[in-house]
């Protein structure tokens, strides 16, 4: 019952809030940045009001040529570099630096390309393209009628084999290009607001970890946190008013495009509302989709200039009845659980400050994780551990359900994926430190960043110093320290060192 009651609330609220996350316009037209006085006069300018009273006509020009493009704009950016290092399965002796040691060489590649036009003030379409090495990706498929010519050369798993009758599986590569974003904007009186396609939708203010990002299909990348991450086909509608929001995401999920029974049930309701209290900005949001969790969010942002340093405080609650994940039992056997509170919070600060002319930042963050297991369960011990490449030590009382529920799970065959049991633990925690500016060089700087699990202490410690020699060539030198036993959520080589160099780079 109670589900029942929360389900028609999540939907009836959803119908009245309306929020905008980001600038209907694009971020090339920086507002904050403009001069307004000088725009429209300064105060007793009577020459000012002669102009909107005379030629009124010829006022609204600069505002309709500022909003609207002639043809369409093409941007993007490109970035290749080459980076060779050395691993070390352990923290190797002065007499082991040369032997007992991996190579590695990482060559990468990548692109991305936009369009944008605004053919009047109150429409704008906008879209990006993306790729990257090998260009390219494979993908099984089933010879058809129509696909299978007599006497081809077919690709398939067994190499011995050549030419392939109507049936046969088949593995095949396709180029490899992602639509990051392809949408419209377009509103209402300039009072409700409109944007129709695939974009980013990012909920949340987290930095290494965002719980309350319900929205994106991508999780943050530690060693790119600001990076874009991937967002959902959705309809958003804004209704902006003064400096808080009201706002929804109706949301399509991908199994609508990959099932032939989808139904307009199957949608994504998300509404948000935003609102600025001085200095400090909260956002409380909610997301209902039928065969998912009901879940709400609550998040704020507090920012501050002392004599320390700029300081900035973020958070985010976020409570789940129920949850979509598969878990795993102690008897080894897994669970769903539909009518299960959960809760998920994180919280964290950024600091930055200029001293002796270094600058200096600094981001820490906590998360927890109500959907991880307790810190000393056997389920940690013997059946995460094989992710990590450890040989577990199998309870001899479960060792049939054991070896059904890993042997399924490796095969790709068991309720539980990869994403169930990633973020396994209950207490995590995430710190990055730079310094640019370094010694006075602003081509020099030196950054580093770490990422915890706070439960069983594992762990690695990333560093680099890098150096820009002239624009289009940069180096930088790394290492990686891991500090994880065997079975550990971050069990991995112990130590790393590796010189990459970024060759050409840039935005055009």
């Known amino acids: 019952m109670m589900k029942k009651i929360l ?79 050395v691993t070390y399965s352990d923290f190797p002796g002065v007499s082991d630096i040369f032997k007992d ?25 906008f879209g990006k393209v993306s790729t990257d090495i090998p260009f390219y990706k494979s993908a099984k498929v089933l010879l058809a009628n129509e696909d299978y010519v007599p006497g081809a050369v077919y690709v398939a798993e067994d190499p011995t084999k050549t030419n392939y009758r109507e049936g046969t599986p088949a593995t095949v590569s396709i180029p490899e290009i992602k639509i990051e974003e392809l949408f419209t904007d377009f509103n209402y009186k300039n009072r409700v607001f409109f944007r129709v396609g695939k974009q980013n ?80 900005e909260v956002s409380s949001g909610i997301y209902y989709q039928k065969d998912s969790a009901p879940r709400a969010m609550l998040s704020a942002t507090y920012g501050t200039n002392t004599n320390y340093g700029q300081f900035s405080f973020f958070g985010e609650a976020v409570g789940l009845y129920g949850s979509d994940k598969t878990f795993i039992k102690e008897d080894y056997t897994t669970v769903t659980y539909d009518d299960k509170l959960f809760f998920n919070g994180t919280a964290g600060f950024m600091w930055s400050k200029e001293i002796a002319n270094n600058n200096f930042s600094l981001v820490g963050q906590y998360y927890y994780n109500g959907e991880g297991y307790e810190k000393n369960s056997n389920i940690i011990k013997n059946v995460m551990a094989p992710i990590s490449g450890v040989t ?53 700087s030196l950054s580093a960043y770490t990422m915890m699990n706070l439960a069983d202490i594992s762990g690695f410690v990333k560093s680099s110093i890098s150096y820009t020699f002239f624009d289009g060539l940069s180096a930088s030198l790394g290492t990686t320290i891991n500090f994880s036993d065997r079975g550990d959520e971050y069990f991995g080589d112990k130590f790393a060192i590796d010189l990459t160099f970024n060759l050409g780079g840039g935005s055009f």
Do not use: C
């Open 7 to 85: 389900t028609i609330l999540l939907l009836t609220s959803s119908f009245f809030l309306f929020s905008q996350e980001d600038d209907f316009f694009s971020d090339d037209v920086d507002f904050e940045d403009m001069n307004f006085d000088d725009m429209f006069g300064e105060e007793g300018d009577d020459t000012f009001l002669e102009v909107v009273e005379d030629q009124s006509d010829e006022v609204a020009a600069p505002s309709s040529e500022l909003l609207t493009t002639n043809g369409v704009e093409f941007g993007g950016t490109f970035s290749s570099s080459i980076s060779a290092g």
């Open 101 to 125: 040691y991996d190579d590695t060489f990482t060559p990468s590649l990548s692109a991305t390309l936009y369009f944008n036009a605004r053919p009047t003030e109150d429409t704008r379409f």
């Open 201 to 280: 939708a990012k909920w949340g203010v987290g930095y290494f970890f965002s719980p309350a990002d319900f929205l994106s299909l991508e999780s943050i990348d530690p060693e790119n946190p600001t990076a874009d991450r991937e967002g959902p086909i959705a309809i958003k509608v804004s209704a902006p008013f003064g400096l808080n929001n009201l706002y929804t995401y109706i949301t399509v999920p991908n199994s609508v495009f990959e099932t032939g029974d989808a139904s307009v049930t199957d949608l994504i309701i998300a509404p948000m509302f935003q609102v600025l209290l001085g200095d400090t």
């Open 392 to 444: 577990p030590d199998v309870p001899v009382t479960y060792s049939g359900s054991y070896t059904t529920l890993l042997t399924d799970f490796l095969a790709g065959d068991s309720d539980l994926t990869f994403s169930d049991v990633a973020n396994r633990s209950r207490h995590y925690l995430g710190a990055s430190f730079g310094i640019s500016n370094l010694f006075d060089n602003e081509d020099l």
